[in-house]
């Protein structure tokens, strides 16, 4: 069984394209890939790009993580694109995967760093732009099906360059009441969706708000907490209507 490593390792390479690991070290057999993808264009390409490898395999396509999910097919890899027409959140799409077992790549335009960011720090094994040269995505691609970080610009880029990248240590009840009530919904209603009591929901809501301030992330009013809840996956991604 494969053991995944940490998302930051300071014994990487320099990021200068993509980092290679010798193929006598990669155990034999085919890996089987799946794919998070809604613009067809682009699941066409990637379909040409690994017809002729006799060691990796797309197994499946699909729009959103939960259809791949549902297909139960058994996974060494999900190629994911940051921005999915669900409005799911880069974060929760990586968390799932790993919960079922699957190792994620980002394979994006790269146009949103903030987005690249999030992915990075869910634990992704590595970021490609759909720019690169196919020999360079088809390498970065068979790397991480068999486990190993793909290091890119782009992915130290994330880990080094972003200062938001520490949890701020939320709780689980914690995340799920920052999530009901930055969603729009009143202290009160919170407190009936959680069975807490009313004031019991304003002070956790009074510790998150220190954690993110020592974090230096200040969230003072509920808009502020709104944003801090997307930024850490815990409410999907708000769409721009110039971007559909």
Excluded: C
Excluded at 17 to 43: K, L, M, N, Q, Y
Excluded at 210 to 239: C, F, H, I, N, W
Aim: no cysteine; hydrophobic share 40%; proline share 7%.
């Amino acid at each position: 069984m494969r053991t995944r490593r940490d998302p930051v390792d300071d014994s990487l390479p320099p990021p200068t394209a993509v980092a290679h690991t010798d193929a006598v070290d990669r155990p034999t057999g085919r890996r089987r890939i799946g794919v998070v993808e809604d613009h067809e264009s682009v699941v066409m390409g990637l379909t040409l790009m690994l017809a002729d490898q006799d060691d990796l395999e797309l197994a499946v396509t699909a729009q959103t993580v939960p259809e791949l999910l549902a297909t139960g097919l058994t996974l060494d890899l999900a190629i994911l694109d940051l921005r999915l027409g669900d409005g799911s959140s880069p974060t929760g799409n990586v968390e799932l995967l790993r919960a079922a077992g699957i190792d994620t790549l980002v394979f994006t335009g790269a146009e949103n760093p903030y987005m690249v960011r999030l992915a990075a720090r869910a634990g992704v094994l590595g970021v490609v732009r759909k720019s690169e040269a196919r020999a360079v995505v088809v390498e970065a691609i068979r790397a991480a099906a068999y486990g190993e970080q793909v290091v890119t610009t782009d992915w130290a880029a994330a880990i080094d360059g972003d200062p938001k990248l520490l949890d701020v240590g939320l709780s689980p009840r914690q995340r799920e009441v920052l999530a009901l009530y930055a969603s729009g919904e009143k202290t009160a209603r919170v407190a009936h969706l959680t069975g807490l009591a009313p004031q019991t929901v304003t002070d956790y809501l009074g510790r998150i708000r220190a954690k993110y301030a020592e974090a230096g992330r200040p969230s003072p009013t509920k808009t502020d907490l709104y944003k801090r809840a997307v930024e850490d996956g815990l409410l999907p991604m708000p769409q721009n209507p110039w971007d559909q």
